[in-house]
């Protein structure tokens, strides 16, 4: 018998273009086994604010973004610091998630482009923990390439930043998988 399909969404909690964390998550999905599937949500910027008055009918843009972690088997969250807190951008698609089921659970990753981002990851950290989502720490990684101006390309051609990110991803399918037998069981 096989085992259950990984499906990852990655989240950036950035909206650059050239995005050190959205490179990151590009690298991760790249270098993840063939038997694991990520796929980089790009619709963080789209959604509107939020507003707790719009859950009786919810925006499609929101309706998306729940289906897709609900669908998911683990979320790949990548986020830079703005003002020793997490992107207002990002922080707005985290509260459009508080009201429903999807994100109760959900095994989380923890990736970081900057060593020095250690306010938003807290922050971050304590706002996911209070979603009740599971953060796998074993998965969650730091990387230094804040000033690099890697493309996921470049970051894959470093072999210290590929086989971390390759090790974090494994983890994070491991403990995925062990969640999985443990609620079957
Ligand atoms: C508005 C703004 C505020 C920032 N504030 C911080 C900060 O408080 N601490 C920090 O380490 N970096 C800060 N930075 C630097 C970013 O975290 C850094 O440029 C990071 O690489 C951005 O992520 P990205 O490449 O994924 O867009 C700030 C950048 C911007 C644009």
């Known amino acids: 018998m096989g085992r259950t399909p990984v499906q990852l969404l990655a989240l950036s909690g950035s909206l650059r273009s050239k995005s050190s964390n959205t490179e990151l998550l590009r690298a991760a999905a790249a270098l993840a086994p063939d038997a694991v599937d990520v796929v980089l949500h790009d619709g963080i910027g789209k959604l509107p604010h939020f507003n707790p008055d719009l859950e009786d009918a919810l925006p499609p843009t929101v309706v ?13 969250i990548s986020c830079p610091e703005y003002a020793h807190g997490v992107p207002g951008s990002f922080k707005n698609a985290l509260d459009w998630l508080v009201g429903g089921p999807e994100f109760v659970h959900k095994p989380i990753a923890l990736f970081n482009a900057s060593p020095r981002a250690s306010f938003a990851q807290e922050s971050l950290a304590e706002t996911i923990r209070t979603m009740s989502g599971r953060i796998i720490s074993g998965a969650s990684v730091v990387l230094p390439l804040l000033g690099q101006r890697l493309d ?3 970051i894959m051609a470093r072999p210290e930043l590929a086989s971390a990110i390759r090790e974090a991803v494994s983890a994070f399918v491991e403990a995925i998988q062990a969640g999985a037998a443990d609620t079957a069981a």
């Open 64 to 76: 998306d973004l729940r289906a897709r972690v609900a669908a998911a088997s683990g979320l790949l």
């Open 152 to 154: 996921a390309a470049g």
